[in-house]
Structure formats: C-alpha cells, structure tokens
C-alpha cells in the first residue's frame, strides 16, 4: 500500500541552529511531493513541492527539500531557523491523481 | 476575498443536531476535498469533488453528506454526531489536471466539538 512516514513526531531546535525533517514514502514510481506548515488553529499552507526536474527545489520562508530516488526520501532543511518556524509540518504525496496522502506530521519547537 | 474559506471557524453541536459547514474557494479550482484531521492522528481525506462530481467518498459514515452545487462551494452536513467526530475540518481545492495534479490550497477550518 501505498503510504507517507515522517519519522520525528517531535524536533526541538534552538533559534538559529539548522534544521531538517525527514520524510519516506513507499511507492513504485516517482509520486508529486510537497510539504506543509500549520500553525496552531490555522489551516495548511504550501512551502514547497517537486514534481520533476531538479531534485533540490527551494520553497518559501527559507526551506528547501531534496528528493533522493534511491532512498524515498524528501527531506526538508533550513539552514538556519526562526522562532517563528514552530510549527507542524507534513510531508505529503500525491501519485498520479489528485489526492493528497499525508504524513502523521512533525512539530517543530523552537527554543530562544 | 481571495483563496479558500471556511465557516464557521468553531462550532460546537449536541449529537442530536444538525448542522452544517460551507466552504467557499476564490480561486478557479476544479477540485474540491473535505479533510478530518483529529489529535495525534495523519489528515484523513473524506471527499474528492471534481467538476461538481463526487470521486471518492473514503468510507466515511453516512452521518456526514457532502453537497457540491458548483465548483466554487462546498458543503459538509452533519447530523447525529458521535463525540469521537470532534476534530478540525479542513477544505481544500486544486486545478486538477489529467495524469497529474497541481497542489492544494486549504482554508483555515471548522474546529468542531461535539458534546
């Protein structure tokens, strides 16, 4: 079956230190990835997404993911993060139609 | 207004009542979903509308209709709910597209508490 695994359910980071979330999914061919932030009582807003082409692809407020064939993987890094970045963030995926699987999601805290 | 929104932002029902939540998208959308999303737990899809069309209803109890009257709306009626429905409900809507699919814009959702 197909499926989506964020493996940290909880990263703590201090301000200005990097960050990075990990994301696998299982699938037999190259799904559209994306990643999400939600912050507490809002809904979900897009920061990026790989549909093909360069396997890096920057997003907004800073993020960047990379995709890697050989290990599933779309992990999400920034290099340098902000209080206002805790948050909780989901991988999600989306193979060949136009439904979104998602993560269980991580939350992010920052500490000062 | 611009992108997609949800009314209202809470709600609070006893199980016997009904009611609903509307979602509006601002935005030439084609598709239209309706996500639960409890504590603790991934975002359940429940409905995918495409042109007004339900494609897929994700074994979701028959207490929850959905209404889609055109491609800018959509609806979620809720009747007889039990405690364990209490969640946020998230709408969201994309252009997609055959083959393929474009990245879906969410509303701030419905917080729903049933007591």
Known sequence: AQSVTQPDIHITVSEGASLELRCNYSYGATPYLFWYVQSPGQGLQLLLKYFSGDTLVQGIKGFEAEFKRSQSSFNLRKPSVHWSDAAEYFCAVAFNDYKLSFGAGTTVTVRA | ?115
């Open chain 2, 1 to 115: 207004e611009t992108g997609v929104t949800q009314t209202p932002r809470h709600l609070v029902m006893g199980m016997t009542n009904k009611k609903s939540l509307k979602c509006e998208q601002h935005l030439g959308h084609n598709a239209m979903y309706w996500y639960k999303q409890s504590a603790k737990k991934p975002l359940e899809l429940m409905f995918v509308y495409s042109l007004e069309e339900r494609v897929e209803n994700n074994s979701v109890p028959s207490r929850f209709s959905p209404e889609c009257p055109n491609s800018s709306h959509l609806f979620l009626h809720l009747h007889t709910l039990q405690p364990e429905d209490s969640a946020l409900y998230l709408c969201a809507s994309s252009q997609a597209t055959s083959g393929g699919t474009a990245e879906a814009f969410f509303g701030q959702g419905t917080r729903l508490t049933v007591v």
